[in-house]
């Protein structure tokens, strides 16, 4: 595709249910990163692939969330046992080169996730 | 710790007249520095960057200003138009896989 795609676009959760959030990262794109974005705030790091390698996963808030990229294209955020505080926009960027630092980054439209 | 902070939650300008988003930063060891613009409902788009050895750098209509003694970012909009409306963020890299966003500045322009 042209861009970064992202499904679903919305999402509603009961507590407690498990969700994925699917990422379709720009082809060839080496780097993929996952933020959380709250109203109102800016986005927020949460994990980094390098092709099929999750290079930086701290900014995963716990051991509920788990980010997957088996290939190196297609990616999924992963929460379990979702909880109020996790309803926020999950946004997925991709970028063209391996380093992460100086390249401009894609972003998909973002997943609305909404735990009730 | 590192932030990216704003010094204006909101901006409302006429159409035509120029715009200035500000932003400041606490972190002296970043060394890169980007604008996004995000629309409602859609995700961040990619303005403009600047590294730390610049202090200037113009694109189309828009202008970075980097100003490392006071830690302080600009982006400067020339004849700010009704498609510039929007929330902007800064943000900033240390050289490693994170990029961290500020709160954001939410652009009005009135016709």
């Known amino acids: 595709g042209a861009g970064v795609s992202q499904s679903p676009r919305y999402k509603v959760a009961k507590r407690g249910q498990d969700v994925a959030l699917r990422c379709d990262p720009i082809s060839g794109h080496v780097s993929l990163f996952w933020y959380q974005q709250a109203l109102g705030q800016g986005p927020e790091f949460l994990t980094y692939?390098?092709?099929?390698?999750?290079?930086?996963k701290s900014g995963l808030p716990s051991d509920r969330f788990f980010a997957e990229r088996p290939e190196g294209s297609v990616s999924t955020l992963k929460i379990q046992r979702t909880q109020q505080e996790d309803s926020a926009v999950y946004l997925c960027?991709?970028?063209?080169?391996?380093?992460?630092?100086?390249?401009?980054?894609?972003f998909g439209q973002g997943t609305r996730l909404t735990v009730v | 710790g590192e932030s990216v902070g704003l010094h204006l939650p909101t901006l409302s300008v006429q159409e035509g007249d120029n715009s200035i988003i500000n932003c400041a930063y606490s972190?002296?060891?970043?060394?890169?520095f980007i604008w996004y613009k995000q629309e409602s409902g859609k995700g961040p788009q990619f303005i403009i960057d600047?590294?730390?050895?610049?202090d200037k750098r113009q694109g189309q209509r828009v202008t970075v200003l980097l100003n490392k003694t006071v830690k302080h970012l600009s982006l400067q909009i020339a004849a700010t138009q009704p498609g510039d409306s929007a929330v902007y963020f800064c943000?900033?890299?240390?050289?490693?896989?994170?990029?961290?966003f500020g709160a954001g500045t939410r652009l009005f322009v009135k016709a």
């Open positions: 972190n002296s060891a970043s060394d890169y």
């Open positions: 960027a991709s970028s063209d080169l391996g380093r992460q630092v100086n390249t401009e980054a894609f």
């Open positions: 600047i590294r730390s050895n610049m």
């Open positions: 692939f390098q092709n099929e390698a999750q290079l930086d």
């Open positions: 943000a900033e890299n240390t050289g490693g896989f994170k990029t961290i």
